[in-house]
């Protein structure tokens, strides 16, 4: 079932690139559902396709955690936007540890990169426990540690 919906995914996404929708492309279109089986093929010769994969059902908690995510970024790049363009504002690079609540590798990986999206702060080192953050300010650093985005990323990826 699993390879089925991936390869539904696989095909609406080169249909949705290519512009393709006519039947009249039939060469076209065979190429495309050709290309989409053989990615198909070779996610499950590669094992890609695993059992850690985020269920259609988080869809709801995805739909909530992508918008305040978005905000996150935009309030962050117009605070570092305020800081390029204003040298007086204090700028105090800092290294922080973080402890992510997530279980799976797959969630961490994602708080990590959450992190990352957010202008100020780089995810540095991701290991079992931690994640090393290379924070811009003192506010940037504060607002990773204060456990905000883990929570969001550990409600909307672990129910």
């Not at 869809?59 to 363009?85: M, Q, T």
């Not at 969630?107 to 780089?122: E, K, Q, W, Y």
Request: proline share 3%; net charge negative; glycine share 4%.
């Amino acid at each position: 079932m699993r390879y089925i919906f991936f390869f539904v995914l696989s095909f609406a996404l080169w249909l949705l690139l290519s512009g393709h929708y006519s039947f009249y492309h039939t060469l076209v279109l065979t190429m495309g559902i050709l290309s989409c089986a053989f990615v198909v093929y070779l996610a499950g010769r590669l094992d890609i396709v695993d059992e850690e994969g985020i269920q259609i059902n988080l869809a709801r908690h995805l739909i909530v955690y992508i918008p305040w995510l978005a905000w996150a970024i935009i309030k962050a790049n117009i605070d570092v936007a305020k800081r390029i363009l204003n040298p007086r504002l204090p700028i105090a690079p800092r290294i922080v540890r973080v402890t992510g609540t997530q279980k799976t590798n797959l969630c961490r990986v994602i708080f990590a990169n959450s992190i990352t999206l957010t202008p100020g702060t780089v995810s540095l080192d991701l290991d079992e426990e931690d994640i090393v953050v290379h924070a811009l300010t003192k506010e940037a650093a504060d607002d990773v540690q204060s456990g905000d985005m883990d929570r969001r990323v550990t409600t909307a990826l672990e129910q």
